[in-house]
């Protein structure tokens, strides 16, 4: 089955620089690659996603970029703020119409002030 | 527009005891995911309903059982519980007409196990 390794586990930047999270996956039929952000208590945030047919997607602050001839995607944060501090979640899955995602372990994102 | 929701918050059961958590997907939504995320780990997924059948289901042992209903809210039933068995249980919804792979989570139930 599907496996998604996630690095780095935690992560420290100063507010204003840029961060990035990098993810792996095995199953070269995945297809959709979302990003989660979960604060401490509250839900996982669907914060952008990309499909295999794309290899870049930004919005705002945020872009995620795919390869997937070596299966890796990740998440660049740009001008990070302090409101950027939580656990960032990579996930991946194949779409067959019913699907399910399988998720990296996190990366805890400090942004220091 | 409703999101997804989720009851209890919390609950604490003792050991050998059945729960019993509900999901209500967002609206317009027809598909519901159950997901549990232990303390300090990503989400692993239970299983996945649609038109009241289970369609998916992960690397969880029959104690875990669920329901949808005609409303397209879930059920998530845990029988026998073991200590191992606390964590964070997330739903997710989904539209299969829609875009059926981008899941919309609620804010979770946290179960204890004593």
């Known amino acids: 089955g599907e496996n998604v390794e996630q690095h780095p586990s935690t992560l420290s930047v100063q507010e204003g620089d840029s961060a990035v999270i990098k993810c792996t996956y095995s199953d070269s039929a995945s297809n959709y690659f979302p990003w989660y952000k979960q604060e401490l208590g509250k839900r996982p945030q669907l914060i952008i996603d990309i499909r295999s047919n794309v290899g870049e997607k930004k919005d705002q602050r945020i872009a995620v970029t795919l390869n997937k001839t070596a299966k890796h995607f990740s998440l660049h944060i740009t001008e990070t703020q302090p409101e950027d501090s939580a656990v960032y979640f990579c996930?991946?899955?194949?779409?067959?119409?019913?699907?399910?995602?399988?998720f990296g372990t996190g990366t805890r994102l400090l942004v220091s002030p | 527009d409703a999101g997804v929701t989720q009851s209890p918050t919390h609950l604490i059961k003792t050991r050998g005891q059945q729960v019993t958590l509900r999901c209500s997907p967002k609206?317009?939504?027809?598909?519901v995911s159950w997901y549990q995320q232990a303390l300090g780990q990503g989400p692993q997924f239970i299983f996945q309903y649609y038109e009241e059948e289970e369609r998916q289901r992960g690397n969880f042992p029959d104690r875990f059982s669920g329901h949808q209903f005609p409303n397209y809210s879930s059920e998530l039933n845990v029988n026998a519980l073991l200590l191992g068995d606390s964590a964070l249980y997330l739903c997710?919804?989904?539209?299969?007409?829609?875009?059926?792979?981008?899941?919309?989570f609620g804010p979770g139930t946290r179960l204890t196990v004593l």
């Open positions: 609206s317009g939504h027809d598909t």
């Open positions: 996930a991946a899955s194949i779409n067959t119409g019913f699907q399910k995602l399988v």
């Open positions: 997710a919804s989904s539209s299969i007409g829609g875009s059926p792979d981008t899941q919309y």
